[in-house]
């Protein structure tokens, strides 16, 4: 996928109706208006049908279960350092059925030998941990080789404080911002493609 197919799917988002299934919808944690990066995620899982796919912060579960409902046959595993949160993706994603998602207990920078060993190159990348320069960019350079050429990695909270914003100054091209994607409190929200 390139970058221009990501912007594509962001600007669908926007004025589409929303396809997911009601409980889907129901799987977010602020005013649907503020943040329509839950729908991006499935639409953009869905586009792609990614087959591994890795998420940073899993915090309540909420993104892992978009990407994971978006693409069932893709492996989504989910990275956080609060063990609890293996708990609250369980109990988001169990009760709905959804059985592909691998939560890990880890500082993501410490991951690799905790992933799959048959996982080699992940097709989809959304980085939503500590939202520090200190953490995200090393996350950054840790996963961006395990990401296929035309592979997609997506960014939250781009423009939350001088430290997202200097690591989104850093982030090679071809990017685009998507900060109509989450509007709260001016997070913004950003992705970055491989190029082929």
């Known amino acids: 996928m390139n970058i221009q197919q990501v912007i594509e799917i962001a600007q669908a988002v926007e004025r ?56 069932p046959a893709a492996t989504v595993i989910t990275i956080d350092i609060d063990p609890q949160s293996q708990g609250r993706v369980k109990g988001v994603s169990e009760p709905n059925k959804v059985s592909n998602i691998l939560p890990i207990t880890s500082d993501s920078r410490k991951v690799i030998p905790l992933l799959p060993p048959e996982c080699q190159k992940f097709d989809l990348i959304y980085l939503d941990s500590d939202h520090t320069y200190d953490v995200v960019m090393p996350e950054f350079r840790l996963f961006q080789p395990l990401l296929r050429p035309g592979g997609v990695m997506v960014f939250d909270d781009i423009t939350l404080n001088a430290q997202m914003r200097k690591f989104w100054s850093e982030v090679p091209g071809p990017k685009a911002e998507l900060n109509d994607l989450h509007r709260l409190c001016g997070a913004g929200f950003g992705a970055y493609a491989k190029p082929e």
């Open 16 to 71: 589409t109706p929303d396809d997911r299934p009601e409980w889907l919808q129901r799987c977010r944690d602020t005013d649907q208006r503020f943040a329509m990066y839950y729908k991006f995620l499935y639409q953009l899982a869905k586009a792609m049908q990614p087959r591994w796919v890795l998420e940073t912060g899993t915090r309540l579960g909420l993104s892992a279960v978009q990407l994971a409902a978006g693409a």
